[in-house]
């Protein structure tokens, strides 16, 4: 075979800023790793940039120049370390080491009361007890036992020379014929755990292109400073890819050096929750509505749109329907030809319907709900609920309250950061009552752990009595029996759950029925939870005409999104 032209054409692999990241591959999601910290720790932690790139994931294959990097740095130190193992023995080193030990134990006179222990640890070759003998011996003021103090620190510093050198011959295999000296055997078990060590953090840094993680600093007694510098240079265009990702999400960085999370972030996050919630369970078409919407109808507006589908034809202007079918056809149509319209002559009016559904959410945040972190399935399910309802219902009604010794609305904004009242009394019986008219009385000043579903419903109650729809709802989750109520302005927290407190919650939970309010509870597993939790739960449905599910962990998000749809579809049919 005929050479080609040229020679052989070598072609060095650097960092390219041209093909920085690949265009085929998507970014990494930061605003859900982002919001997943924040649920976890609510707002009582900051995030920092780091914090963020250490809990990413992103695709080596989008950093042009960071296999052949790692390649070419993994290469150096699997070669120092070949030749470090094919050139050195370890006999010569191990048997000096122990000749060394035996000198230097051999060489100690030990107390007389001290002589049986001492001789004991040294057959053993036993550290722990040879300190426990030196603290023995400083602890005494005589001349002897300071010479055997001093002996016996001699003693040790040989014995764990002896382990060292040991541990380098179990751990290496040398193929090599030259001898070390005790001190040459430990320097080299320090350079070989080195290079292991940053073997490691290549490995993992480049399954996620955490180039932080390297030891810059022992990398450079194994490397020239060119490939570090390449390293380097990939390094940075991570963090400054990190940080375009970290603007276009919605993600800041305050002066501090800590992260804010933006509305846009939050949207990222919640249809990432949203597709992972459908993914999971069986297809069904949801958020285009089927037919025409029974209740309060709608209002036509003069203004008009396209038609697109699945809107009613109700709704059809018709006078510009026809003109647009004739301005496409042209003056050639006459008075008596047929007209043929095509979807896009469709023009509908616009409507403004009254809300067809009203949700309000309770989510649990009492002390409880820290147990298994149920408190972050809760919130995880919240935020998802909001953007199923921004995206696919933007018609209807939806607030949410947390729950405990309380009850607060909260915006979406809020929810990551909500978390589990922490618990400020621990007596076995509680009986209080607080009078909450008493201005020298803040609601700071009270327990916050226990579980006011009471009035939670009287909070959800009033936000639903002004929304004009026959179709109103209460999302109830909580892990059990309810521990607080109030009796006019008077507050009870009572533990264990005592028959006031389930009297007065199902009073309330009475006046919802009165007013057309359907009440669904979605219990959560807990340590604590009885047979008790579980009547109340089923006693609190039948009385309003819900009902009960029982989730756990993940499926809390499936239940209530998917339950809302379904139960949404029968609502328009």
């Not at 072609?11 to 998507?26: C, I, K, L, N, V």
């Not at 993914?279 to 089927?290: C, D, I, Q, T």
């Not at 604590?528 to 005409?545: N, P, W, Y």
Request: hydrophobic share 35%; net charge negative; aromatic share 8%.
């Amino acid at each position: 075979m005929t050479k080609p032209p040229g020679g052989r054409v070598h072609s060095y692999q650097r960092y390219d800023p041209g093909e920085f990241p690949s265009p085929t591959t998507p970014p990494p999601d930061l605003a859900s790793a982002a919001f997943e910290q924040m649920m976890m720790f609510g707002g009582s932690r900051r995030l920092s940039a780091e914090d963020l790139a250490n809990a990413i994931e992103i695709d080596p294959s989008q950093i042009a120049g960071l296999g052949p990097s790692i390649d070419a740095l993994r290469a150096m130190l699997e070669e120092r370390k070949r030749k470090i193992l094919e050139t050195y023995e370890t006999g010569a080193a191990r048997a000096e080491a122990k000749q060394a030990y035996e000198d230097a134990a051999r060489g100690t006179r030990p107390p007389k009361k001290l002589q049986y222990d001492y001789h004991s640890a040294v057959r053993d070759e036993n550290i722990p007890a040879l300190e426990r003998l030196w603290y023995l011996a400083d602890a005494r003021e005589d001349d002897q036992n300071r010479d055997f103090a001093a002996a016996l620190m001699r003693v040790t510093d040989r014995l764990g020379d002896k382990y060292q050198v040991d541990e380098l011959e179990n751990a290496y295999d040398f193929t090599g014929n030259e001898p070390m000296t005790v001190p040459e055997a430990i320097e080299i078990k320090r350079l070989l755990e080195t290079i292991d060590k940053l073997l490691e953090q290549l490995d993992e840094a480049e399954k996620n292109a955490q180039i932080a993680i390297i030891d810059q600093d022992a990398l450079k007694e194994f490397v020239d400073d060119a490939s570090i510098d390449e390293l380097n240079e990939v390094g940075k265009a991570v963090q400054d890819y990190l940080r375009q990702e970290m603007e276009r999400q919605g993600i800041e960085e305050d002066e501090d050096g800590s992260l804010r999370m933006t509305p846009q972030a939050l949207r990222t996050f919640q249809g990432k929750l949203l597709r992972e919630i459908f993914s999971e369970l069986e297809a069904s078409r949801s958020g285009r509505h089927e037919g025409p919407v029974i209740g309060d109808g709608a209002v036509e507006s003069p203004k008009t749109k396209p038609y697109e589908f699945g809107d009613s034809p109700a709704h059809l202007d018709i006078p510009q329907t026809v003109v647009n079918a004739v301005a496409r056809l042209g003056l050639q149509t006459g008075p008596i030809s047929p007209l043929a319209f095509k979807p896009d002559d469709l023009e509908i009016h616009r409507t403004q319907n009254n809300p067809k559904c009203a949700t309000v959410v309770l989510g649990d945040m009492s002390g409880s709900t820290r147990w298994g972190g149920q408190y972050i399935s809760v919130k995880r399910m919240a935020l998802a609920f909001d953007g199923l309802i921004r995206r696919e219902y933007p018609g209807d009604f939806l607030a949410f309250s947390e729950i405990f010794s309380f009850a607060k609305l909260r915006r979406p904004s809020e929810i990551p950061d909500l978390m589990p009242k922490p618990v400020t009394i621990r007596d076995p019986v509680v009986r209080l009552r607080v009078d909450m008219s008493d201005p020298n009385i803040t609601e700071g000043m009270v327990h916050p752990h226990f579980t006011n579903i009471q009035h939670g419903l009287q909070l959800a109650r009033q936000m639903l009595a002004p929304q004009d729809t026959p179709n109103k709802q209460v999302f109830l989750i909580t892990d059990g029996l309810p521990t607080a109520h109030f009796e006019g302005e008077h507050l009870y927290l009572l533990y264990p759950p005592d028959p006031l407190t389930e009297q007065a919650t199902m009073r309330e939970a009475m006046l919802c029925k009165r007013e057309g309010i359907t009440i669904n509870i979605f219990l959560l597993p807990s340590w604590s939870q009885t047979e008790e939790d579980i009547g109340f739960a089923h006693r609190l449905a039948e009385q309003t005409g819900g009902r009960v599910f029982f989730t756990g962990g993940d499926d809390l998000s499936q239940f209530v999104l998917w339950d809302y749809v379904q139960m949404r579809r029968k609502i328009i049919r």
